[in-house]
Nanobody, 115 residues
């Protein structure tokens, strides 16, 4: 009932772009800080980007700064991650997350960057 569902992943060439979407259902995301995480094969889950409830502030891990942009549309109950200039090291399963009041994860969407 209460869930986050990611979509938009796929196979892209280095330098390409993808836009990931996270659709919330069973609750309203308005006012909540939301985040994107990723987990590459054999590696621990990593925080990629965070956006405040109003969408006025975003933070990014250094490795994606200048390439990724997180945004939200509270009216659509969705958050997004625009990924440009993709690199092979961006290959991972990307997860949407809400931390409070109860931590909630999506199922993940696979992003593969390869020639």
């Amino acid at each position: 009932q209460v869930q986050l569902v990611e979509s938009g992943g796929g196979l892209v060439q280095p330098g390409g772009s993808l836009r990931l979407s996270c659709a919330a259902s069973g609750f309203t995301i308005s006012g909540y800080t939301m985040s994107w995480y990723r987990q590459a094969p054999g590696k621990e889950r990593e925080l990629v980007a965070t956006i405040t409830g109003t969408g006025t502030s975003t933070i990014y891990v250094d490795s994606v700064k200048g390439r990724f942009t997180m945004s939200r549309d509270n009216a659509k109950n969705m958050v997004f991650l625009q990924m440009n200039s993709l690199k092979p090291e961006d290959t991972a399963v990307y997860y949407c997350n809400k931390a409070t009041p109860r931590r909630l994860w999506g199922q993940g969407t696979q992003v593969t960057v390869s020639s």
